[in-house]
């Protein structure tokens, strides 16, 4: 009959088309034949290659997992300070009893100071023989700022068992000197303990050099 063969026909074409439609995968997601799954990405993959360095970069040793730091080079010690220069006027200025407190037991020099070569030693009794130098002001030279300078000097003290020497003058009682010394001598300890501050504050040679007359 024709009205049954075009429903049948209907009806197959129908089922036709249903056959076509690609199934759903497992997790809902429609399949295409050939394609894999669609709306996905596909793996993805890590390369166990490690980058390669930039070039000239060397790696550096770990420790417990931490770089190391890069040694360092040694620092190389500076040589020690020679004396400092003070002048004879910052010395005279401070009070006589504030010396080595102000000026420490470090070398000073004192470029260039004029020098009457009186030997202005005392008597006294030591508290050790061999302190008198020191403890008795046993002064050794005078020295001030001029060769006119009328106001009060430095007195200069001399260890004998250290081997310095004051030289004496060929023609005048003066002359010009340089002269190296220090406050705070270590013999200063074996001072009476009455004797012992003075005994630091007073000015010990370790270098005396006349120098030459100013021309003119």
């Not at 894999?36 to 970069?57: D, I, K, L, M, Q």
């Not at 470090?106 to 009457?116: D, F, I, M, P």
């Not at 070569?117 to 002064?139: T, V």
């Amino acid at each position: 009959m024709p009205g049954l063969t075009v429903g049948a026909g209907i009806v197959l074409i129908a089922l036709a088309i249903g056959g076509c439609q690609p199934a759903a995968g497992p997790s809902g997601v429609a399949q295409s034949p050939g394609l894999g799954t669609v709306g996905t990405t596909g793996p993805t993959t890590s390369s166990s290659t490690p980058a390669p360095s930039s070039p000239g970069a060397t790696a550096s040793p770990t420790t417990n997992g931490s770089p190391s730091p890069s040694p360092s080079s040694a620092s190389t010690p500076s040589p020690s300070a020679g004396p400092r220069d003070v002048t004879l006027g910052q010395i005279l200025a401070t009070p006589a009893n504030r010396r080595f407190e102000r000026f420490g037991s470090g070398a000073l020099h004192l470029k260039r100071v004029w020098s009457w070569a009186e030997g202005l030693g005392g008597s006294c009794q030591p508290s050790s023989p061999n302190i008198g130098w020191l403890e008795c002001g046993l002064i050794q030279d005078l020295i001030h700022r001029s060769m006119n300078d009328t106001g009060p000097g430095l007195g200069l003290f001399v260890d004998a068992a250290s081997g310095v020497q004051i030289p004496e003058r060929a023609v005048l009682p003066g002359a010009w000197v340089g002269v190296v010394g220090h406050f705070g001598d270590p013999a200063a300890d074996q001072c009476a303990p009455a004797a012992r501050d003075d005994c630091r504050d007073r000015f010990v040679v370790d270098a005396f050099t006349i120098l030459p007359l100013p021309d003119g």
